[in-house]
């Protein structure tokens, strides 16, 4: 691929992120400016760019990563392909205050059930959660005497290239972010060990009295799989709290259910260290 192609497919993404409202007219020069920077590309395409209608941006993502890889950007594994690919969107992004004044307006006009289904578009259209992987996932419901099961077996997680399993053993641990649950993951460049999150946006809510964070899960086990995390790293605690942490936000959410993995590694929670539950 030339560069000429390359300067193409950032055309192409500038128009997805148009259309999918990452970005609005007036920040496409400065957008186009930085991708062009970040694949060091000195002239923008000046060719047709033909309509298209694309539910993620993985297609275009893909052929930019291609080129990455082409011209020594990253190498060619999945890991540094995904951080790669938050990055490239990291660039289209609106601003974490952006996203949370929208937020904030679209549920004080419409309601918070548009509220969060602005929230939940943005959350693929950035690529944070990556469709093109979750919708690899199996689902199947199963009848019981105590209702319709719905049972999950999650294949969007990727897997580590053993190559990578070793690099990331020699990474010394900064201990920044403390965990993937934590707020410091927004906008985190992400390392072999540490997801990048520049495609990351959470909405600030008040629960119980306390600050609180919601956003969605990146691997969606079930539609608008979505996470309230506290905003310091303090670990899973069950307690007479809990139950008033969760009737609160689904008042504030009612059309959201909330429920906890529970504190204890036999129950399937993965993160004990940081306080949190899942909804959706
Ligand atoms: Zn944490």
Known sequence: MDSREAAMHIERLIKFALKKGLIEELDVIPSRNALMDLFKIEKPYEGEVSEEELESPSPILNKLLDYAVQIGL???????????????????????????????????????????EYFYKLSQASNYIRMDRTSQNLYWRTPTEYGSLEITINLSKPEKDPKEIEAAKKIPQSGYPKCLLCIENVGFAGNLNHPARQNLRIIPVKVAGEQWYFQYSPYVYYNEHCILLHESHIPMKISEKTFVRLFDFIEQFPHYFMGSNGDLPIVGGSILSHEHFQGG
Not at 85 to 108: C, H, Q, W, Y
Request: charged share 35%.
């Open 74 to 116: 990253i190498e060619d594994t999945v890991t540094y392909r995904d951080l790669m690919d938050a990055r490239i969107m990291g660039l289209l992004m609106p601003r974490e205050s952006e996203v949370v004044k929208k937020f904030n307006t679209i549920a004080s006009e419409k309601g918070i059930e548009k509220a969060t």
